[in-house]
Structure formats: structure tokens, C-alpha cells
């Protein structure tokens, strides 16, 4: 079992950085894959970026390549997202979560969610 708790979502104009960060309980952190997820109102949940267990693989989505990046320090069971240029079009709640599937990019095969956090990037 694995409970996880983002934070580090606020308001930011256009242009800023955000830094989100996803505590996580549990001796097995280590063991899984951590993404990161955004919905915004009125969409469905999307894939924005994972990091993989063992030699810490990342992939991230078209849309936020070359901007965001993800990274994890496994002796403080924790996942983080950097966002930098921020867009309003990245206004959405971010969702941490786990996998044991180590490519993972789709939400079915992530075992354990956080309860999001609020990005707002005004314009």
C-alpha cells in the first residue's frame, strides 16, 4: 500500500515556475514508477510526465517537454515536478501516482493516487 500527498500547487502568472512535490508512505517506494497526471475542468485525465524506478527513466508529454521535469529522491520517499514557462493552458489539478508497470504513461495501470493539487497559471 502506498498513500501519496502532492503540494506545492499555488497561483503563478504566465511565464513562472512551480515546483510540486509528492510525499509518499510506504518501505516500497523505491519499487515504483511515479507520474504525473492533470485534469483540467471539463477534460479528461491526462498523462503529463513519469519517472521510473531503478535507473530513473523519464518521458514526458509533447506538451510540456522542454518545460516541466520530473525527479525523485528515493531516501526521502519523494517525487517532484519542476514546471517552468508556465501556460495558461497548464491550469489543471496535478495527481501524483504509482505504478508497478515500469513504462507506464496511461492512468489504468497507476495502482495508487495522491488527491491533487491546484496549478492556476493566469494570463
Known amino acids: 500500500q502506498v498513500q501519496l500527498v502532492e503540494s506545492g500547487g499555488g497561483l503563478v502568472q504566465a511565464g513562472g515556475s512551480l515546483r510540486l512535490s509528492c510525499a509518499a508512505s510506504?518501505?516500497?517506494?523505491?519499487?515504483?514508477?511515479m507520474g504525473w497526471f492533470r485534469q483540467a475542468p471539463g477534460k479528461e485525465r491526462e498523462f503529463v510526465i513519469r519517472?521510473?524506478?531503478?535507473?530513473?527513466?523519464?518521458y514526458a508529454a509533447d506538451s510540456v517537454k522542454g518545460r516541466f521535469t520530473i525527479s525523485r529522491d528515493n531516501a526521502k520517499n519523494t517525487v517532484y515536478l519542476q514546471m517552468n514557462s508556465l501556460k495558461p493552458e497548464d491550469t489543471a489539478v496535478y495527481y501524483c501516482a504509482a505504478s508497478r508497470n515500469y513504462y507506464c504513461t496511461e492512468y489504468r495501470c497507476y495502482d495508487y493516487w495522491g488527491q491533487g493539487t491546484q496549478v492556476t497559471v493566469s494570463s
Open positions: 510506504g518501505r516500497t517506494f523505491s519499487s515504483y514508477t
Open positions: 519517472i521510473t524506478w531503478g535507473n530513473g527513466l523519464t
